[in-house]
T-cell receptor
Framework: EAQVTQNPRYLITVTGKKLTVTCSQN?????MSWYRQDPGLGLRQIYY???????DKGDVPEGYKVSRKEKRNFPLILESPSPNQTSLYFC???????????????FGQGTRLTVV | AQKVTQAQTEISVVEKEDVTLDCVYE???????LFWYKQPPSGELVFLIR??????QNEISGRYSWNFQKSTSSFNFTITASQVVDSAVYFC????????????????FGRGTQLTVWP
């Protein structure tokens, strides 16, 4: 079954304790991206990757790191989480058209992160 | 400035009413994609439709229809004879096919419209 898998689904952590949220897709998509969803703000892009070893910042990259060592995986790393990173996080993947534009994205089920 | 504006934060209707969700976008590109996604109370994001900028034909899928108007930069979504199961947050999104490359890889979302359908 074609899917984007995020883990964990729920996470409560303390300020400053490094954490990683994993994301994996089995559709051979070139493009992967991370979003955070906050009430009233919609989905905001954190980082995206258009291919292996190629990553770029989105709208809200501060406090996050990503890596794309393999096509299927795109982990999100919070080196020193803070309470303002409490949010619902989504990973997405997509094919790219010839020019590099994103087509319809498939989303993981979300990770609800609470930083206390 | 928001590239995608969904001015309606919340809409409530009674079952069987028709409802239209508005989406206005902003882009300098002549070629782009527009999308609608649904987020039901369970939280997952479900892709509904993709529209290419060079195809202004309206689309109908069952009770769902989409009205794309380049002249007003709008891509509105209508649900006919709404049902309780349509209750969800709906997001409109934009992807630019820029030959300049500066916005490639960006997928811009509106802030969403919470639709509640009462029985």
């Amino acid at each position: 079954e074609a899917q984007v898998t995020q883990n964990p689904r729920y996470l409560i952590t303390v300020t400053g304790k490094k954490l990683t949220v994993t994301c994996s897709q089995n559709m051979n998509h070139e493009y992967m991206s991370w979003y955070r969803q906050d009430p009233g703000l919609g989905l905001r892009q954190i980082y995206y990757s258009m291919n292996v070893e190629v990553t770029d910042k989105g709208d809200v990259p501060e406090g996050y790191k990503v890596s794309r060592k393999e096509k299927r995986n795109f982990p999100l790393i919070l080196e020193s989480p803070s309470p303002n990173q409490t949010s619902l996080y989504f990973c997405a993947s997509s094919f790219l058209v010839k020019t590099g534009a994103v087509t319809e994205a498939f989303f993981g089920q979300g990770t609800r992160l609470t930083v206390v | 400035a928001q590239k995608v504006t969904q001015a309606q934060t919340e809409i409530s209707v009674v079952e069987k009413e028709d409802v239209t969700l508005d989406c206005v976008y902003e882009t300098r590109d002549t070629t782009y994609y527009l999308f609608w996604y649904k987020q039901p109370p369970s939280g997952e994001l479900v892709f509904l439709i993709r529209r290419n900028s060079f195809d202004e034909q309206n689309e109908i899928s069952g009770r769902y229809s989409w009205n794309f108007q380049k002249s007003t930069s709008s891509f509105n979504f209508t649900i006919t004879a709404s049902q309780v199961v349509d209750s969800a947050v709906y997001f409109c999104a934009l992807s630019e096919v820029s030959s300049r490359g500066s916005t490639l890889g960006r997928l811009y979302f509106g802030r969403g419209t919470q639709l509640t359908v009462w029985p």
